[in-house]
């Protein structure tokens, strides 16, 4: 069978604010949708958010956008 265009399998999709209002609606899509998904948040919360709602595909990470200095300068998932 062929992949549609728009399949999401065998990718990594980046959620900035994933844990957030509009985030966790798109992250909780994107789990069952994509290979893997980095929730992106202030601290404790992406963590929080993919062990609440038992997340399989959906890995969380810390990242204060607005901590310029404190950026890192490359992030692994």
Not at 36 to 62: M, N, Q, W, Y
């Amino acid at each position: 069978m062929k992949t549609p265009w728009h399949s999401l399998e065998n990718k990594t999709v980046w959620v900035a604010g994933g844990a957030g209002y509009l985030g966790s609606v798109i992250t909780l899509d994107l789990d069952v949708q994509a290979e893997k998904v980095i929730c992106l948040d202030i601290a404790g919360r992406p963590e929080a958010f993919v062990s609440e709602h038992g997340l399989s595909h959906t890995v969380g990470r810390t990242l204060d956008v607005s901590d310029v200095d404190g950026a890192p300068g490359r992030l692994t998932p």
